[in-house]
């Protein structure tokens, strides 16, 4: 495959895991013979997401995802502002308002490149009347446009979407070939490689999180958090709540400048209308990215009271959190397996209802405050 490099270098990466989609995915693109709707299909870690960004690249880029040009470092900084991500904004799934916005925002132009890529994230939540408005523009885009779809299976998603798309099945990856790749692709060690797949979901993500010192960050403020939750009072788990906030926010900044650089290039041109249809989608764009945020804590929290569980059931070598390992064992002997089994029950329920739109901080106060009544109870 390196014969490949640095062309297509993205899509390379993104999918060691997946090599029958990479050799289908980089054929397509170095022919210049991509199509314009893509349906990802595969189980969660199976690297969907991760593929998708990565062919955006590839579509962007002038030499197929370099992975190195100034527009494949915004697409993987998630800022350039002809790749859009798309996620359901609704306990029912998408807004008919949010596939609106995304057909009147496909018949413009693109801003700085000369394509233009939307992502549509949990394509099965597009129901019957979102998915309607969306069929002729998914069948007939204009020029430039790429679509990919991500969904689980396709029998859950609608058939009219299904049969506009050109679908790609994704394999079930374990997370020991995750960490592998990982490892692979940055050179940490092991168990840091197994503990980024665990708090980041699969591998390119988890290679992103070990870049990244303000996702680390968060998750470091998560176990401190859990840490002090034995002896923490109300107000305490109150601040710690806040502390999280603040923590996942902070990764963001980057993407707001350039929202607000974006918004400014187009105050001239932009009817006031269309404006404000950017600044509400903009707005939309930086909620999902806090929501992911959010995600990944709530992630290192499973993790690590996983451990704590672990450690409870005398399973030596089996933590994932080695870097914190001090932190499982203070934890596990606080507290009985019904205990760490009723803390992982309240991150559950927590990432529920991030899911389902609950207020961040609202959200982790009530599992805090469970998580501590659980650890405790015995
Ligand atoms: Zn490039």
Same mark, same amino acid.
């Given at each position: 495959m390196s014969s490949h490099a640095p062309e297509t270098a993205s899509l390379l990466a993104a999918l060691d895991t997946q090599p029958r989609v990479r050799a289908f995915l980089t054929r397509a693109v170095e022919s210049d013979r991509t199509s314009h709707a893509y349906l990802f299909l595969g &189980?969660? #870690?199976?690297g969907k997401l991760d593929a998708a960004w990565a062919l955006a690249q590839a579509i962007i880029? /002038?030499?197929? #995802?370099? #992975? !190195?040009c100034e527009a494949c470092v915004r697409v993987a900084r998630r800022t350039h502002p002809d790749v859009h991500y798309l996620a359901p904004e609704s306990v029912t799934g998408y807004l008919i308002g949010q596939t609106r916005d995304l057909i009147e925002d496909v018949a413009l132009a693109p801003i700085r490149a000369h394509a233009k890529v939307y992502i549509i994230d949990r394509? /099965?939540?597009? $129901?019957a009347d979102s998915a309607n408005a969306l069929l002729k523009t998914l069948e /007939?885009?204009? $020029?430039g446009v790429t679509f990919i779809l991500l969904g !689980?299976?396709? /029998? !859950?998603?609608l058939p009219t979407i299904v049969s506009r798309c050109q679908c790609v099945p994704f394999r079930l990856v374990s997370p020991a070939d995750a960490a592998a790749a990982v490892a692979r692709a940055t050179g940490a060690a092991p168990e840091r490689c197994r503990m980024a797949v665990a708090v980041a979901g699969s591998p390119q993500r988890a290679v992103a999180f070990l870049k990244s010192a303000e996702r680390q960050e968060a998750r470091r403020v998560m176990v401190r958090a859990l840490d002090a939750l034995p002896h923490a009072d109300d107000l305490d788990i109150l601040n710690a709540a806040k502390e999280l906030i603040v923590a996942v926010k902070a990764p963001l900044a980057e993407v707001k400048s350039t929202q607000e650089a974006v918004l400014s290039q187009n105050a001239d041109y932009l009817s006031r209308g269309a404006l404000k249809q950017l600044e509400d989608r903009q707005k939309r764009e930086l909620n999902a990215r806090e929501r992911s945020g959010i995600m990944e804590v709530l992630a290192s929290a499973r993790s690590l009271l996983r451990d704590v569980l672990v450690v409870r059931e005398g399973? &030596?070598? #089996?933590? !994932?959190?080695t870097d914190v390992a001090e932190v499982s064992s203070r934890l596990a002997a606080k507290t009985d397996t019904p205990g760490a089994v009723g803390a992982l029950d309240a991150v559950a329920r927590a990432e529920r209802a991030i899911a389902r739109n609950s207020t961040p901080q609202l959200t982790l106060e009530v599992m805090l405050f469970a998580i501590r009544k659980a650890l405790l109870c015995r």
């Open positions: &189980a969660p #870690g199976s880029c /002038e030499s197929h #995802g370099c #992975g !190195t394509a /099965e939540q597009l $129901r /007939e885009p204009p $020029r !689980t299976s396709s /029998e !859950t998603i399973i &030596a070598d #089996g933590i !994932t959190n």
